[in-house]
């Protein structure tokens, strides 16, 4: 409970405090971050690698959305604009993540593998394997990442299996999706 | 691939272009009757059709007209209790040829009613989860009582007038219907709850710091005419919140009376000057009116830090403004305010940029805001027209970003020691750049904002980008350690995330703003990142200039529809761009190229296999074919090694013939035989069309880049095959190398395939 108040000391937390009840704050959120990200969004683009044995996923999310949930849950302000803090903090980013995103392939619970990551101007990329001896059939997803702090937050994945490219998308109101090959 | 079945006719021209190509159709399905869905077509279906109000050109037409709508007010502030009381006279003056029966006002207030629909559309469902402010804001507060409460309307004989309210609009009944060229006078008194815009959210309201004081960034604070023209009729669609306005154009009078130890400003010209400022604000004032260079501070924070300690006026002050030419009013006002200003050169007249903050936005407001304000007004004049009004504010509201004529909210506040990020500074210039950038659109290109959010945030988002990049040239201080200002949107690469998206949640850009999703990226990001690319890559900055600063003076001070917009461009510049706006800004379509394959070939003096399969076919004895250039594929059964590299007219004995009997020595020598030729097939798996930029890498390191218009695509959507005759080697071809084109998949864009660095393996590491 204790960050949930930490929350509401930080300016640009409290933006994404009220529901969606107040159409004004949509169009304000819009306009608020006219410069920066504009709405609440992550995109991962997943693939086979017969050679490797793996899912591999990578994932782009905004920096400082990213910054604001770890530090909450770190306790202390977390930095992320510089490569070195990117190992510093590779653990607990790493325990966010496979906290945050289960993934089922063909029925069977798979624990993620996170790499690490990189900065891409605002987006943090992050590289994560889903070790699977072969060519998934079907994927389910549980990807919750972001959502305990922003109510909006999407998170979709972009899957190219067996030469079909299929979307998931994860939000709070529908944490869980999938999807057959 | 096709079995190409050519006869090579011209013995000079080595050109893959000259191939006559005759596809075997045996294989491929039938294909379907149709209209026609050539990606070129012209936009006929899509525009109306011009007429005397809307020229063809773009331009206004002959009989273009446009209402007026002129306004006096007097308002009250009472700070203690958050409420305004106006009262107002509009004169409206139908210019229109059409009789009117009614008059539409908008009360947009109304949406914070008690009874208001707009939490009625939200069709989000139960939250699984909120913040306690959140949860509280939404189950267990009484719902703000605000919205306007309407206590007259009156002609100007003092007679009431009958009028009707449909949730935010108001219809008012006139004596008479108003006849073409007429004018109707008529007055409304009102008064409202001001809303907490920190709390409550909101384009309008008030801020309470902890030491019980406010600052009030007001808008939409008085009945409001609606636009009627030649497209709409009246423009009385609702407004739900988020969506913006629709405005005419006319003068505002506008007395506040406010306690006398605020700062106030607005929309307009300050009348009475002399009564509000002190003597030393008034010396200070006048001093920035002639400094260039740095902003001069009007009211310290010393001083208001000063007025903030105290338990504030009781004794009210009318501040007094006149605005011409502006679609509506905005004021500002608070005890704890700092002011500063200063001059800047707009053309051959002097503008003032002026900035209003509470000492929490210090030490960030006193350093950038001025500056941006003054970067913003060279920069968006220099792609327009002369900003025509004698002053830009940017008003520091938390978390708002919101333009009104001459004035807007901005975001951008230092923690509580004084502390900022980058992200912080960066987000402040950027939101005050974009919103004094609305200045020229929609305040003055007055477009229709609530049907077509793009025509303003588009433009602007656009226009702000080449604003940013000035700001980081003009004020290298701004941008410390960084080569350029870090905008976040403009450049192309940063809207494929976006286009690539699920295209369940993607909405064509011609789409009303509150119906779509990605609200940011649809209706700022998307129509921005088009025009920059339009301009940097499709048309050229020169060409591109040109036209958007004839639409934005022909449209100046009047209401321009997208058509307007699209025609414009194309009229000024001699292109049609009708491909263009129907790829980006009527559909959801995403740019994908990639190499689908590189063949080489080689000039021979022997005949390949294609003549020899063409001969036989139509019983041609070989005999009677005069001697041709060949082209033979490396690695075909025609091909041999020794093929490789050799000058056409060294293999060719008919060819070096050719040219001895038609040039001269001299054009001989000038000649550049080419030695390699290649055929490129680029394949085109996303549906928009493009231009093909290619860059092509020869063994010697050197490069060299074409461009092919979009029109390449004109006859094959999805796959067309380019030629390249070199005297050099290539050892490389890379499509979009500057990911100029939001290409979504740059991973098929190499040839030969990039050795891919495999970052999964290289993080394992
Ligand atoms: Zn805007």
Same mark, same amino acid.
């Given at each position: 409970?204790?960050?949930?108040?930490?929350?509401?000391?930080?300016?640009?937390?409290?933006?994404?405090?009220?529901?969606?009840?107040?159409?004004?704050?949509?169009?304000?959120r819009?306009?608020?971050?006219?410069?920066?990200?504009?709405?609440?969004?992550?995109?991962?683009?997943?693939?086979?690698?017969?050679k490797?044995?793996?899912?591999?996923?990578?994932?782009?999310?905004?920096?400082?959305?990213?910054?604001?949930?770890?530090?909450?849950?770190?306790?202390?302000?977390?930095?992320l604009?510089?490569?070195?803090?990117?190992?510093?903090?590779?653990?607990?980013?790493?325990?966010?993540?496979?906290?945050?995103?289960?993934?089922?392939?063909?029925?069977?619970?798979?624990?993620?593998?996170?790499?690490?990551?990189?900065?891409?101007?605002?987006?943090?990329?992050?590289y994560?394997?889903i070790?699977v001896?072969?060519?998934?059939?079907?994927?389910?997803?549980?990807?919750?990442?972001?959502?305990?702090?922003?109510?909006?937050?999407?998170?979709?994945?972009?899957?190219?299996?067996?030469?079909?490219?299929?979307?998931?998308?994860m939000?709070?109101?529908?944490?869980?999706?999938?999807?057959?090959? | 691939?096709?079995?190409?079945?050519?006869?090579?006719?011209?013995?000079?021209?080595?050109s893959?272009?000259?191939?006559a190509q005759?596809?075997?159709?045996?294989?491929?399905?039938?294909?379907?009757?149709?209209?026609?869905?050539?990606?070129?077509?012209?936009?006929?279906?899509?525009?109306?059709?011009?007429?005397?109000?809307?020229?063809?050109?773009?331009?206004?037409g002959?009989?273009?007209?446009?209402?007026?709508?002129?306004?006096? +007010?007097?308002?009250?502030?009472?700070?203690?209790?958050?409420?305004i009381?106006?009262?107002?006279?509009?004169?409206?003056?139908n210019?229109?040829p059409?009789?009117?029966?009614?008059?539409?006002?908008?009360?947009?207030?109304?949406?914070?009613?008690?009874?208001?629909?707009?939490?009625?559309?939200?069709?989000?469902?139960?939250?699984?989860?909120?913040?306690?402010?959140g949860?509280?804001?939404?189950?267990?507060?009484?719902?703000?009582?605000?919205?306007?409460?309407?206590?007259k309307?009156?002609?100007?004989?003092?007679?009431?007038?009958?009028?009707?309210?449909?949730?935010?609009?108001?219809?008012?009944?006139?004596?008479?219907?108003?006849?073409?060229?007429?004018?109707?006078?008529?007055?409304?008194?009102?008064?409202y709850?001001v809303?907490?815009?920190?709390?409550?959210?909101?384009?309008?309201?008030?801020?309470?710091?902890?030491?019980?004081?406010r600052?009030?960034v007001?808008?939409?604070?008085?009945?409001?005419?609606?636009?009627?023209?030649?497209?709409?009729?009246?423009?009385?669609?609702?407004?739900?919140?988020?969506?913006?306005?629709?405005?005419?154009?006319?003068?505002?009078?506008?007395?506040?009376?406010?306690?006398?130890?605020?700062?106030?400003?607005?929309?307009g010209?300050?009348?009475?000057?002399?009564?509000?400022?002190?003597?030393?604000?008034?010396?200070?004032?006048?001093?920035?009116?002639?400094?260039?260079?740095?902003?001069?501070v009007?009211?310290?924070?010393?001083?208001?830090?000063?007025?903030?300690?105290?338990?504030?006026?009781?004794?009210?002050?009318?501040?007094?403004?006149?605005?011409?030419?502006?679609?509506?009013?905005?004021?500002?006002?608070?005890?704890?305010?700092?002011?500063d200003?200063?001059?800047?050169?707009?053309?051959?007249?002097?503008?003032?940029?002026?900035?209003?903050?509470?000492?929490?936005?210090?030490?960030?407001?006193?350093?950038?805001?001025?500056?941006?304000?003054?970067?913003?007004?060279?920069?968006?004049s220099? +792609?327009?027209?002369?900003?025509?009004?004698?002053k830009?504010?940017?008003?520091?509201?938390?978390?708002?970003?919101?333009?009104?004529?001459?004035?807007?909210?901005?975001?951008?506040?230092?923690?509580?020691?004084?502390?900022?990020?980058?992200?912080?500074k960066?987000?402040?210039?950027?939101?005050?750049?974009h919103?004094?950038?609305?200045?020229?659109f929609?305040?003055?290109?007055?477009?229709?904002?609530?049907?077509?959010?793009?025509?303003?945030?588009?433009?602007?988002?656009?226009?702000?980008?080449?604003?940013?990049?000035?700001?980081?040239?003009?004020?290298?201080?701004?941008?410390?350690?960084?080569?350029?200002?870090?905008?976040?949107?403009?450049?192309?690469?940063?809207?494929?995330?976006?286009?690539?998206?699920?295209?369940?949640?993607?909405?064509?850009?011609?789409?009303?703003?509150?119906?779509?999703?990605?609200?940011?990226?649809?209706?700022?990001?998307?129509?921005?990142?088009?025009?920059?690319?339009?301009?940097?890559?499709?048309?050229?900055?020169?060409l591109?200039?040109?036209?958007?600063?004839?639409?934005?003076?022909?449209?100046?001070?009047?209401?321009?529809?997208?058509?307007?917009?699209?025609?414009?461009?194309?009229?000024?510049?001699?292109?049609?761009?009708d491909?263009?706006?129907?790829?980006?800004?009527?559909?959801?379509?995403?740019?994908?190229?990639?190499?689908?394959?590189?063949?080489?070939?080689?000039?021979?003096?022997?005949?390949?296999?294609?003549?020899k399969?063409?001969?036989?076919e139509?019983?041609?004895?070989?005999?009677?074919?005069?001697?041709?250039?060949?082209?033979?594929?490396?690695?075909s059964?025609?091909?041999?090694?020794?093929?490789?590299?050799?000058?056409?007219?060294?293999?060719?004995?008919?060819?070096?013939?050719?040219?001895?009997?038609?040039?001269?020595?001299?054009?001989?020598?000038?000649?550049?035989?080419?030695?390699?030729?290649?055929?490129?097939?680029?394949?085109?798996?996303?549906?928009?069309?493009?231009?093909?930029?290619?860059?092509?890498?020869?063994?010697?390191?050197?490069?060299?880049?074409?461009?092919?218009?979009?029109?390449?695509?004109?006859?094959?959507?999805?796959?067309?095959?380019?030629?390249?005759?070199?005297?050099?080697?290539?050892?490389?071809?890379?499509?979009?190398?500057?990911?100029?084109?939001?290409?979504i998949?740059?991973?098929?864009?190499?040839?030969?395939?990039?050795?891919?660095?495999?970052?999964?393996?290289?993080?394992?590491?």
């Amino acid at each position: 409970m204790k960050y949930i108040f930490l929350f509401l000391l930080m300016p640009f937390l409290s933006q994404a405090s009220y529901g969606n009840h107040d159409a004004d704050e949509l169009r304000f959120r819009e306009s608020v971050n006219i410069t920066a990200h504009k709405y609440y969004l992550s995109v991962s683009n997943l693939k086979y690698n017969a050679k490797v044995g793996a899912l591999q996923m990578t994932s782009r999310f905004f920096i400082d959305d990213l910054e604001d949930v770890l530090s909450a849950r770190a306790d202390e302000n977390i930095i992320l604009t510089e490569d070195g803090n990117l190992t510093k903090h590779k653990q607990l980013i790493g325990d966010y993540f496979t906290s945050r995103l289960r993934v089922k392939v063909d029925g069977d619970l798979i624990p993620i593998d996170y790499l690490g990551s990189e900065i891409d101007n605002d987006q943090l990329v992050l590289y994560i394997e889903i070790p699977v001896d072969r060519e998934p059939l079907e994927i389910e997803m549980r990807f919750t990442a972001l959502m305990e702090l922003f109510e909006d937050q999407k998170n979709m994945v972009h899957l190219k299996i067996r030469g079909e490219r299929k979307t998931l998308l994860m939000v709070a109101k529908k944490k869980i999706d999938s999807v057959k090959f | 691939m096709k079995a190409i079945k050519l006869l090579f006719i011209s013995m000079l021209m080595v050109s893959f272009s000259g191939f006559a190509q005759e596809a075997e159709q045996a294989e491929e399905p039938k294909a379907e009757e149709h209209y026609n869905i050539n990606k070129f077509r012209q936009l006929y279906q899509e525009f109306s059709t011009p007429n005397q109000y809307r020229s063809a050109s773009g331009a206004p037409g002959p009989k273009y007209y446009q209402q007026r709508a002129d306004y006096e +007010m007097d308002i009250r502030l009472d700070d203690e209790n958050h409420h305004i009381y106006g009262y107002e006279t509009i004169t409206y003056t139908n210019n229109s040829p059409d009789v009117l029966d009614y008059l539409w006002v908008q009360l947009d207030q109304n949406m914070r009613a008690k009874d208001s629909k707009t939490p009625l559309i939200e069709g989000g469902g139960v939250a699984p989860f909120a913040q306690p402010a959140g949860f509280a804001g939404e189950y267990l507060s009484e719902p703000f009582d605000g919205g306007f409460n309407i206590k007259k309307v009156l002609d100007s004989k003092g007679n009431p007038l009958k009028y009707m309210i449909n949730q935010t609009m108001m219809r008012v009944e006139m004596p008479k219907a108003l006849a073409p060229g007429k004018k109707f006078e008529f007055d409304i008194e009102w008064d409202y709850n001001v809303n907490n815009h920190v709390e409550g959210r909101g384009r309008s309201g008030y801020e309470e710091f902890p030491d019980g004081h406010r600052a009030y960034v007001i808008a939409q604070f008085y009945p409001r005419m609606c636009v009627y023209n030649d497209v709409e009729g009246w423009q009385n669609s609702q407004f739900w919140g988020r969506d913006e306005f629709a405005l005419p154009f006319g003068s505002f009078e506008v007395n506040i009376t406010v306690p006398e130890d605020h700062w106030l400003d607005g929309t307009g010209k300050l009348t009475n000057r002399k009564d509000v400022y002190s003597s030393e604000e008034l010396r200070r004032y006048e001093m920035a009116q002639r400094t260039y260079d740095e902003p001069v501070v009007i009211r310290t924070q010393q001083e208001a830090e000063k007025l903030a300690m105290m338990p504030g006026a009781t004794k009210m002050k009318t501040w007094k403004l006149k605005a011409d030419y502006v679609r509506d009013f905005g004021w500002t006002s608070s005890r704890r305010y700092i002011a500063d200003a200063m001059a800047v050169k707009v053309g051959d007249k002097d503008v003032m940029a002026v900035s209003i903050y509470a000492p929490e936005g210090n030490p960030l407001w006193e350093q950038w805001s001025t500056k941006a304000v003054a970067q913003t007004l060279k920069s968006y004049s220099r +792609m327009t027209f002369d900003y025509p009004y004698h002053k830009a504010i940017s008003v520091h509201a938390k978390n708002q970003g919101m333009e009104y004529p001459m004035i807007c909210w901005n975001y951008g506040r230092p923690d509580a020691e004084g502390n900022y990020s980058d992200r912080v500074k960066f987000g402040m210039i950027s939101v005050i750049i974009h919103e004094v950038g609305h200045n020229y659109f929609p305040m003055i290109v007055n477009s229709d904002e609530r049907q077509w959010t793009w025509m303003d945030e588009g433009l602007n988002t656009f226009v702000q980008y080449v604003a940013e990049q000035d700001m980081g040239e003009n004020y290298p201080a701004s941008i410390e350690g960084l080569d350029a200002y870090p905008s976040r949107r403009g450049p192309a690469a940063a809207i494929v995330p976006y286009m690539a998206g699920d295209q369940r949640y993607i909405a064509p850009i011609m789409s009303k703003g509150l119906n779509t999703y990605q609200f940011g990226s649809n209706a700022y990001g998307k129509p921005g990142t088009a025009l920059n690319i339009l301009r940097e890559t499709v048309m050229g900055r020169e060409l591109f200039d040109y036209s958007f600063r004839t639409y934005s003076q022909r449209w100046m001070f009047k209401h321009p529809t997208p058509e307007d917009f699209f025609r414009t461009m194309e009229d000024a510049s001699a292109m049609d761009l009708d491909w263009f706006w129907r790829g980006w800004f009527y559909t959801t379509q995403f740019n994908d190229m990639g190499i689908k394959s590189v063949d080489k070939f080689y000039v021979s003096a022997d005949m390949n296999q294609e003549m020899k399969d063409y001969l036989e076919e139509r019983n041609i004895p070989k005999d009677r074919v005069p001697q041709l250039v060949y082209m033979v594929k490396e690695g075909s059964e025609d091909y041999k090694e020794e093929m490789k590299g050799k000058a056409p007219s060294e293999v060719v004995s008919d060819l070096k013939d050719y040219m001895m009997d038609n040039f001269t020595a001299e054009q001989r020598a000038a000649m550049k035989e080419p030695k390699y030729f290649y055929q490129i097939t680029v394949e085109k798996p996303g549906g928009l069309v493009m231009p093909i930029i290619i860059e092509y890498t020869y063994a010697d390191g050197t490069t060299e880049t074409a461009t092919h218009p979009a029109e390449i695509w004109r006859l094959n959507d999805k796959e067309v095959s380019l030629s390249k005759a070199t005297q050099k080697e290539i050892v490389g071809i890379v499509i979009d190398p500057k990911l100029e084109t939001a290409d979504i998949d740059t991973s098929n864009n190499s040839w030969p395939q990039e050795p891919k660095v495999d970052k999964f393996e290289e993080m394992k590491q």
